[in-house]
């Protein structure tokens, strides 16, 4: 096979995965009348529906960055025994069913187990509560920020920070001031990655709190009571406002890198 023959059977394969993703989406957005969409968005329970995924998707995130950078950084920097058994522990999420995940997480956090027990005491309830949905968001989604941050930071040059060291700065005032920054736009696409995976969670979060309703919940039951037509307009929303925000997201990232 020459060189153009090969190139052609590669971008015949590419059109055809591209194809893939284009079709239903195209067909989706265009599936749906104009009026339609504006009444659906202004129900009440679509925008307590949209703004409850959000807002869940963004603190499960913002969790995860507390206690997802320090072990990012204690994988990318440490060589200490059982490292490749905990990076495998932080992918598992991505393998296990999520319905299954959603189980896994109501055997600890449900009322009347350990972890659900502790938390009560705090006031935080899990079954059926907006905290129920975070910790379903972020169960699946972590491994999308942890390995993200973890692969920018082995990108840094490791000498860096023991110039930093050699300087008289203590490994916390390196960690702040010198590996923590040069990772930005690493930790930016990470969270960026990890909410937008968040917002489309449905199998642990239903299993957990079909209340308050999440948006990929109330399309799920719109679909299975009243048919395609109407859970088609709650899908266009969900997709407009997800890309909106992604390709805003996108651009912001993308300045952010030209100006460094």
Known sequence: MNRSIFKLVLSLLSILLLFFILAPLTKLLTGSSTELIL???????????????????????????????????????????????????????????????????????????????????????????????????????????????????????DRLEKVSRTLGATPAQTFFKVALPLNKNHIISGSVMMWGRGLSEFGAVVILAYHPMTAPILIYERFTSYGLKYSKPIAIVMVLVTLSIFIGLRLLYGREGEKN
């Open 39 to 157: 009444s659906t968005l202004q129900e009440q329970k679509v925008y307590n529906s949209l703004l409850t995924t959000f807002k869940a998707s963004l603190v499960a995130t913002l969790i995860t960055l507390f206690l997802g950078i320090p072990l990012a950084y204690l994988l990318a920097r440490g060589n200490f025994p059982g490292q490749a058994l905990i990076e495998g522990i932080i992918n598992l999420p991505v393998i296990i069913p999520h319905t299954a995940a959603g189980i896994a997480l109501l055997t600890v956090f449900g009322s009347q187990f350990f972890g659900g027990k502790f938390f009560s005491k705090l006031g935080i309830e899990f079954v059926g509560e907006f905290a129920g949905i975070v910790i379903g968001m972020m169960f699946v989604s972590l491994p999308f920020l942890v390995n993200e941050v973890k692969e920018g930071f082995r990108s840094i040059d």
